[in-house]
């Protein structure tokens, strides 16, 4: 799931930073067998199942998400959710930006 590092930076995240947008995404989980994605940015330090995330499946959308529902979710062969371990960090609002920018693009393209 993730370490004690990444937890640590996302707890420093929670708030008003968070809220706003004004932080980097520490993490990226996602499906290799679609185009779903979901970068975590932030995690409650008084309840650690508690995130803010970007999650783009059919859409993008920012929320607050529990940990252990993501990584517990699966795709249609039955494999969880994997933690991307080359993903470098990014602001979250450039996640954002270029999330929407790209789901514009595959819309447009139909």
Same mark, same amino acid.
């Given at each position: 799931?993730? *370490?004690?590092?990444?937890?640590?930076?996302?707890?420093?995240?929670?708030?008003?930073?968070?809220?706003?947008?004004?932080? *980097?995404?520490?993490?990226?989980?996602?499906?290799?067998?679609?185009?779903?994605?979901?970068? /975590?940015?932030?995690?409650?330090?008084?309840?650690?199942?508690?995130?803010?995330?970007?999650?783009?499946?059919?859409?993008?959308?920012?929320?607050?998400?529990?940990?252990?529902?993501?990584?517990?979710?699966?795709? *249609?062969?039955?494999?969880?959710?994997?933690?991307?371990?080359?993903?470098?960090?990014?602001?979250?609002?450039?996640?954002?930006? /270029?999330?929407?920018?790209?789901?514009?693009?595959?819309?447009?393209?139909?």
């Amino acid at each position: 799931m993730l *370490t004690i590092q990444k937890k640590k930076k996302l707890i420093a995240n929670w708030g008003d930073e968070a809220e706003a947008m004004e932080c *980097t995404a520490e993490v990226r989980v996602y499906d290799p067998l679609s185009s779903w994605e979901c970068y /975590i940015y932030a995690l409650n330090p008084e309840n650690e199942d508690e995130i803010w995330c970007i999650v783009k499946g059919f859409f993008v959308e920012v929320s607050k998400w529990s940990l252990q529902e993501l990584f517990s979710r699966y795709n *249609t062969e039955g494999e969880l959710v994997q933690v991307d371990d080359e993903y470098v960090p990014r602001h979250v609002s450039e996640i954002y930006r /270029i999330l929407k920018e790209r789901s514009f693009d595959e819309c447009n393209r139909y």
